[in-house]
């Protein structure tokens, strides 16, 4: 384990450390190399959040198709008195933030004269994301002290910061990004550094007809296609790989069985990935695909599975009217 921040961005109004350099280029290379060379092909999700697919994503979270976004804003509208509560002090810590509209709900509740007694760390992969929405809030919250963490939330949750109460957001349903099992020990680390007073706010998307997941993963516009496609762009750019993105077909299936909406990129024909950074050329048939993304979904069965096996006390289950969206807050 590296415990040492590799940079410092210092801007007159926040601050933003840099974990992330710590996996070097070679170690990148050698993840994308497993992943194309497995049995059924995978490229990890994370590689999704460059410039360009964190816009994409922001186009997503638009769309008409895509329901998740628009009923956690209006969730967390309706409830934000009772999520910000009374405090002193308060560290608001933001998993995966992206851009700024989730958080900016909550900080709009809390009276001027007290956005001093506020610290925020967005922690984010995309440095795009922590910088672009660092600047916004500055301005925006004059007083609020920003310090961004440019770091993965699977590796560094032992940076972030402990003193004081802490609410610990992880919105988007992005924990359904994670394998049933992984999610679970996220949620195990987490709890090991919360403290008393601690809280955390997580927004799943809950288990619903099929066609309304199946939509929101296949719209009309091809904007999560785009978005799908994106990632061997950024593929190409860190492995130096010869992806062309004419030759894939972006697919996004739900699983009832696993409850789970899994996109892939299906070769439309029979194609030869080469990198001089591989140990030899990739080779795709015609129809085989690459599986690039798992969201899982979530059922009222699993959010008391979460608070049982973290030791985590459910506080509250925030939802709408169609119970399409929750958000879930634990306390320690
Ligand atoms: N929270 C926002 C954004 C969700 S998109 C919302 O609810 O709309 C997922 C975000 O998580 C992206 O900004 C992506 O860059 C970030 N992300 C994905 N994997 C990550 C990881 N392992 N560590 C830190 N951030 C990650
Ligand atoms: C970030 N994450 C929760 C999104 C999701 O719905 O799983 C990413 C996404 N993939 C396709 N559309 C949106």
């Given amino acids: 384990m590296d415990y040492s921040e590799v940079s410092t961005l210092v801007h007159p109004l926040f601050r933003v450390s840099n974990f992330l350099s710590t996996q070097s280029n070679e170690d990148l290379i050698n993840e994308v190399y497993c992943g194309l060379t497995a049995k059924q092909k995978y490229i990890s999700s994370k590689f999704f959040?460059?410039?360009?697919g964190s816009s994409l994503f922001e186009e997503i979270t638009c769309l008409p198709e895509y329901y998740p976004t628009r009923?956690?804003?209006?969730?967390?509208?309706?409830?934000?008195?009772?999520?910000?509560g009374e405090f002193e002090k308060l560290d608001i810590i933001e998993l995966g933030s992206g851009d700024c509209s989730k958080i900016s709900?909550?900080?709009?509740?809390?009276?001027?004269?007290?956005?001093?007694?506020?610290?925020?760390?967005p922690v984010d992969v995309s440095e795009t994301a922590?910088?672009?929405?660092?600047?916004?809030?500055?301005l925006k919250?004059?007083?609020?002290?920003?310090?961004?963490l440019l770091a993965d939330f699977l590796k560094h949750?032992?940076?972030?910061?402990?003193?004081g109460n802490r609410l610990i957001c992880f919105f988007g349903s992005t924990i359904g990004n994670l394998d049933r099992k992984q999610s679970i020990d996220f949620l195990l680390n987490l709890k090991k550094l919360m403290l008393p007073g601690d809280r955390l706010l997580l927004g799943l998307?809950?288990?619903?007809?099929?066609?309304?997941?199946?939509?929101?993963?296949n719209d009309k516009q091809g904007v999560t296609a785009l978005f799908n496609k994106n990632i061997l762009n950024v593929v190409n750019d860190i492995a130096e790989t010869n992806f062309n993105l004419h030759n894939f077909e972006h697919l996004a299936i739900y699983n009832e069985e696993k409850e789970r909406i899994e996109m892939h990129l299906k070769a439309l024909d029979d194609l030869v990935i080469s990198s001089k950074l591989f140990p030899e050329k990739v080779l795709l048939k015609k129809g085989e695909t690459i599986h690039t993304e798992n969201s899982h979904k979530f059922s009222k069965e699993h959010i008391s599975y979460f608070g049982s096996i973290s030791g985590l006390q459910i506080k509250e289950t925030y939802t709408d009217d169609k119970q399409y969206f929750s958000v879930v807050e634990f306390e320690f």
């Fill in 130 to 138: 922590i910088l672009k929405s660092a600047d916004i809030l500055s």
């Fill in 205 to 217: 998307d809950m288990v619903k007809d099929k066609q309304v997941l199946s939509n929101a993963y």
């Fill in 49 to 52: 959040y460059d410039e360009k």
């Fill in 141 to 148: 919250y004059t007083g609020l002290s920003i310090h961004g």
């Fill in 71 to 84: 009923i956690e804003k209006s969730i967390l509208k309706t409830n934000t008195q009772k999520i910000i």
């Fill in 105 to 121: 709900i909550l900080l709009d509740a809390i009276p001027l004269i007290k956005m001093a007694q506020i610290h925020y760390i």
């Fill in 157 to 163: 949750l032992y940076q972030l910061p402990c003193d």
